[in-house]
């Protein structure tokens, strides 16, 4: 098993930048990729960014690219999205989700991924 916690939402005007955090631990050492999905109110939840815990390939929903990075640190089991030039549209919750399937195997399905985290709110003002 692996557990996920998530940090680093809140609420942020537009134009605004925030840096959400997920610690894995337990069998960390499975994991393959890792991913941020958010979920709006009414919505389904949708792709955000997924990185390769390995060689660090990364990839990004349309929405976000140019805005947001995903990155990790395996010494400490930890992966971050930097979130900038942030939009109201933005405004979700947001999980982080791990898995031990190969990276390059549908990672924008959030169906593929075995675990998440809690998820954190961001918020964003006009």
């Known amino acids: 098993q692996v557990q996920l916690v998530e940090s680093g939402g809140g609420l942020v005007q537009a134009g605004g930048s925030l840096r959400l955090s997920c610690a894995a631990s337990?069998?960390?050492?499975?994991?393959?990729?890792m991913g941020w999905f958010r979920q709006a109110p009414g919505k389904e939840r949708e792709f955000v960014a997924a990185i390769s815990w390995s060689g660090g390939s990364t990839d990004y929903s349309n929405s976000v690219k140019g805005r947001f990075t995903i990155s990790r640190d395996n010494a400490k089991n930890t992966v971050y999205l930097q979130m900038n030039s942030l939009k109201p549209e933005d405004t979700a919750v947001y999980y982080c989700?791990?898995?031990?399937?190969?990276?390059?195997?549908?990672?924008?399905?959030?169906?593929?991924?075995?675990?998440w985290g809690q998820g954190t709110q961001v918020t964003v003002s006009s």
């Open positions: 989700a791990a898995r031990t399937l190969p990276w390059f195997f549908e990672y924008s399905d959030y169906s593929r991924y075995a675990y």
């Open positions: 337990g069998r960390a050492f499975s994991i393959n990729a």
